[in-house]
C-alpha cells in the first residue's frame, strides 16, 4: 500500500488570474486609499503569495499603475458612453465634468486625495492611458464649434490645457487651501466658468438649461 504522507492531502496553491488580482487590489485601493491598503492584505485577500505578487508587479508602486492603468481605461468608456448618451456638446462637456468631480470628491475621495498627495508623478506617466480622455475633449469642443456651441475662434489644444491646469489647481494646488471653499464651489468657480467661457450666446442657453445657477 502507497505510504501517504501529509502533503498529499495539503490544499492546492489558491489559482486566480492577474485581471482577477487586479479588480481585487483596484476595489480595495478605491475604497481605502493608496496608503491603507498593503501587499499583506491582497495576499490574504486572494490567496497568493507576495512573492507572487512581486513577480507579477515589481512592487507596490507597479501594482498600483497597473490599477491606475485599468481604472482610467473603465473610466474613459463610461465618460464616452456619457458623451454618446448626451444630446449636445455642451451637455457632452458639462457632464464630463460633473462626472469626474464626482469620482474625485464624492465617490472615491481618498482614494484621489491619496493620488494627488503621494503619486502626482505616476498620474502624470500615466498620459498615454488618459489620451482617450483629452482626445474625447478635443473632439467634443471641436463638434461643438461646428454645431454653434463653442465660440469659433477658441482653440481647442489651448482650452484643454486650461481646464486641465483649473482643475488640478484644485486636486492638487495649496492655492484656494486658505478659502475654506467645498471642491465643488471651487469647480463652480473655476472650470465652470471656463466652460461658459468657451459658449457661444447658444451654448450659454443651453448651460442654463442644464444648471441655472451657473
Given at each position: 500500500m502507497e505510504n501517504i504522507t501529509p502533503d498529499k492531502f495539503s490544499m492546492p496553491e489558491t489559482e486566480i488570474s492577474k485581471a482577477e488580482i487586479l479588480d481585487i487590489a483596484l476595489s480595495e485601493f478605491l475604497k481605502s486609499g493608496t496608503q491603507s491598503f498593503t501587499i499583506q492584505e491582497l495576499t490574504d485577500l486572494t490567496g497568493i503569495s507576495s512573492k507572487t505578487v512581486y513577480k507579477l508587479f515589481g512592487d507596490k508602486m507597479g501594482l498600483l499603475k497597473a490599477c491606475l492603468e485599468k481604472h482610467y481605461g473603465e473610466m474613459m468608456v463610461d465618460l464616452r458612453l456619457l458623451g454618446e448618451a448626451a444630446t449636445d456638446e455642451v451637455e457632452a462637456l458639462f457632464g464630463l465634468l460633473n462626472r469626474v468631480?464626482?469620482?474625485?470628491?464624492?465617490?472615491?475621495?481618498?482614494f484621489y486625495s491619496d493620488l494627488n498627495k503621494f503619486y502626482?508623478?505616476?498620474?502624470?506617466?500615466?498620459?498615454?492611458?488618459?489620451r482617450g480622455i483629452e482626445q474625447f475633449f478635443l473632439d467634443?469642443?471641436?463638434?461643438?464649434?461646428?454645431q454653434g456651441f463653442f465660440v469659433s475662434t477658441i482653440n481647442n489644444e489651448v482650452s484643454f490645457i486650461a481646464m486641465q491646469h483649473l482643475y488640478s489647481g484644485i486636486?492638487?494646488?495649496?492655492?484656494y487651501r486658505g478659502l475654506g471653499l467645498p471642491n465643488q464651489k471651487l469647480i463652480a468657480?473655476?472650470?465652470m466658468i471656463y466652460l461658459r467661457g468657451m459658449c457661444s450666446a447658444k451654448g450659454l442657453e443651453r448651460l442654463e438649461q442644464l444648471n441655472p445657477t451657473l
Amino acid at each position: 500500500m502507497e505510504n501517504i504522507t501529509p502533503d498529499k492531502f495539503s490544499m492546492p496553491e489558491t489559482e486566480i488570474s492577474k485581471a482577477e488580482i487586479l479588480d481585487i487590489a483596484l476595489s480595495e485601493f478605491l475604497k481605502s486609499g493608496t496608503q491603507s491598503f498593503t501587499i499583506q492584505e491582497l495576499t490574504d485577500l486572494t490567496g497568493i503569495s507576495s512573492k507572487t505578487v512581486y513577480k507579477l508587479f515589481g512592487d507596490k508602486m507597479g501594482l498600483l499603475k497597473a490599477c491606475l492603468e485599468k481604472h482610467y481605461g473603465e473610466m474613459m468608456v463610461d465618460l464616452r458612453l456619457l458623451g454618446e448618451a448626451a444630446t449636445d456638446e455642451v451637455e457632452a462637456l458639462f457632464g464630463l465634468l460633473n462626472r469626474v468631480s464626482q469620482l474625485e470628491f464624492e465617490i472615491n475621495p481618498k482614494f484621489y486625495s491619496d493620488l494627488n498627495k503621494f503619486y502626482p508623478q505616476l498620474q502624470d506617466d500615466l498620459k498615454n492611458t488618459l489620451r482617450g480622455i483629452e482626445q474625447f475633449f478635443l473632439d467634443t469642443i471641436e463638434s461643438g464649434k461646428q454645431q454653434g456651441f463653442f465660440v469659433s475662434t477658441i482653440n481647442n489644444e489651448v482650452s484643454f490645457i486650461a481646464m486641465q491646469h483649473l482643475y488640478s489647481g484644485i486636486t492638487r494646488g495649496q492655492i484656494y487651501r486658505g478659502l475654506g471653499l467645498p471642491n465643488q464651489k471651487l469647480i463652480a468657480n473655476t472650470s465652470m466658468i471656463y466652460l461658459r467661457g468657451m459658449c457661444s450666446a447658444k451654448g450659454l442657453e443651453r448651460l442654463e438649461q442644464l444648471n441655472p445657477t451657473l
